[in-house]
């Protein structure tokens, strides 16, 4: 074994039943290998009993510091003797540092103290203090109110002296009428030049307060101009410094791949036109990875697991394995990758091959299916075989678009299409205006205590792990879900939803977040744990015909 590989951790139970794997994991859909869950496993009972973390998470009721759950990973791996080990690593930090004994280091150390990256993060937090010194100082506080103050005062006066000139041109046009009439339409020479002169002094009056009071608020202005330009130039000044600290930064991360090839996360990313996303490289996958080339270490399987609490916008199970993230990891992965035989990605096969669509009711108007679990709704990006292209097969002479609505590929289910245009837009309608009900049936993996409910949390999609949503009271958009339990045995609870609003993986959120119901439904590869299928179906829909105009409602029993 390599000696500086100080990082390779040898199994402590004997592994020699368990068969190693052909290719290395797929990171984004899979199940752990065996040999994976046992080095998670030992991991996992060190994380357990080692007296070194200065990190709650969120498990010891005693501790009462801020609870943080965090992502760990396990890398096994051959070293050149041909010996089987584990590499250990987490995300990101845990308590105030990444380097912690038996675990692989940061690909870059971005909180060493003499680094770069911490001398420029400490001008960064001189110029922000500066900033809030100055936004919140009592001179440029007054400053700007006596501003509001005067502006106000002067739009007082300014409107008062409008007004007064308004009220003497009417009494000048009452003199003027009066001296026309006592003086048979001829207008005094004298009459004529007192009308003018009031004319031309209330002009003057007028004009000399709006430039008073202009000046006035000019002069002001350049106070509380003084303080903008400071701030404003300090931002200016941290957003380059900030960019060109972040820059540096990605330049600073390298990682290798099995070929022994090098690039920057700089260079990765810009080879498909993207920005890297904060805390890119900072993923327990791209570490472990980058150690083992780094050692001559040969990667067999990995495998990515939760401990802790959960987020509160996300769904994270304590103990849970998770695939890696898409939005940082794919694409440093995908590079890392090469030259390694990966599983092949299971997305890439259709889910549909050998699936019958029943068709449970139809007429001139309307087709409505009942989509098989694992059964895309309208084509994909790689797999054209959906519910959409096959029915438009089947109803080659449809001048609809025939889709009205979605389910997830994971969800079975009620799926209604319109043949015409006029019945799609009718549905379409009902869609929009709420006036559909939809209900679903689940079964979720434990005991729902309360027989009924509703659960209001708004979502919003998870821009660095796509498809995956958090919940989000800032930016999410509104999602309200009823349910009611039909029945409880063996642990799991059977029940109905109702979804009164529709957003992406909203029921599935619903169920499993802990704010929510905090059970997940049985399948539930996102938010709970791979089965067999999802047990999510759509059971029931009820809309008035767009022809008859009469309420329909048609169901289909779920077959779990």
């Known amino acids: 074994m390599n000696t500086q590989a ?35 496993e030992q991991l996992q009972d060190f994380i357990q009993h080692s007296a070194d973390w200065k ?7 005693e501790d009462h510091s801020h609870p943080i759950g965090k992502m760990f990973g396990v890398l096994v791996v051959k070293d050149e ?8 690593g987490f995300s990101g930090k845990v308590g105030n540092g990444n380097h912690y004994e038996g675990f692989v280091p940061p690909v870059y ?20 203090n500066r900033t809030r010194e100055l936004e919140n100082s009592d001179a440029f506080i007054e400053a700007k109110a006596l501003l509001e103050t005067l502006k106000e005062t002067a739009a007082e006066e300014i409107e008062a002296r409008r007004l007064e000139r308004v009220e003497n041109r009417k009494k000048r046009k009452e003199l003027k009428l009066r001296a026309l009439e006592e003086n048979n339409g001829q207008l005094p020479p004298e009459v004529e030049k007192k009308i003018l002169r009031h004319s031309m002094k209330d002009k003057y009056e007028l004009a000399e307060l709006t430039d008073q009071w202009n000046k006035t608020i000019e002069q002001q202005s350049k106070i509380v101009d003084e303080f903008a330009l400071e701030i404003n130039a300090l931002k200016r000044a941290r957003k380059q410094k900030s960019n060109q600290l972040q820059k540096q930064l990605f330049d600073e991360y390298h990682f290798l791949n099995a070929d022994n090839e090098e690039k920057s996360l700089w260079d990765i990313f810009h080879a498909i036109d993207k920005p890297p996303p904060s805390g890119a490289g900072e993923c327990a996958a791209p570490k472990l990875l980058h150690y083992a080339y780094q ?128 019945a799609h837009k009718y549905i379409q309608y009902q869609f929009i205006h709420r006036h559909i009900e939809k209900t679903y049936v689940a079964l979720l993996d434990g005991v729902i205590e309360k027989d009924n409910g509703i659960i209001d949390l708004p979502l919003r999609t998870d821009i660095d792990d796509r498809p ?38 909203q029921l599935r959120v619903h169920a499993a977040h802990s704010d929510g119901l905090n059970t997940p439904i049985v399948g539930d ?36």
């Open 468 to 505: 995956r949503q958090l919940v989000c009271y800032e930016h999410g958009k509104p999602a309200k879900t009823e349910y009611k339990v039909l029945s409880r045995a063996n642990g799991k609870t059977r029940i109905q939803f109702h979804p009164i609003t529709g957003r992406t993986h």
């Open 109 to 128: 150390d971005m909180l060493a103290e003499d680094g770069f990256f911490n001398q420029g993060a400490t001008e960064l937090t001189v110029m922000n």
């Open 81 to 88: 003797d041909g010996q089987l080990g584990f590499l250990s």
């Open 525 to 560: 590869d996102l938010y709970g744990t791979k089965a067999n299928r999802l047990h999510l179906h759509a059971a029931s829909i009820t809309f008035r015909h767009p022809e008859s105009k009469e309420l329909m409602t048609i169901e289909a029993e779920a077959e779990f």
């Open 6 to 40: 100080t990082c390779f951790t040898p199994f402590q139970s004997d592994i020699s039943d368990i068969s190693l794997p052909e290719k290395f994991t797929f990171p984004f859909y899979y199940e752990p290998h065996p040999i994976a869950i046992r080095a998670a």
């Open 55 to 61: 990190h709650n998470f969120g498990l010891d009721p």
């Open 295 to 422: 050692h001559n270490l040969h990667p067999i399987a990995m495998a990515e697991f939760w401990w802790g609490i959960s987020p509160k916008s996300e769904i994270r199970k304590h103990g849970h394995f998770y695939p890696s993230c898409r939005g940082k990891c794919e694409p440093i992965l995908g590079h890392m990758l090469k030259g390694l035989e990966v599983d092949p990605n299971p997305m890439l096969v259709n889910p549909a091959d050998g699936k019958s669509l029943p068709i449970i009711f139809e007429d001139e108007y309307l087709v409505v299916v009942n989509k098989p679990a694992n059964f895309l709704s309208v084509p994909g990006k790689t797999i054209t075989d959906s519910v959409y292209s096959r029915i438009q097969e089947l109803y080659p002479n449809a001048t609809g678009p025939l889709i009205i609505h979605r389910l997830d590929m994971s969800t079975s289910g009620i799926l209604l299409l319109a043949k015409t245009k006029e």
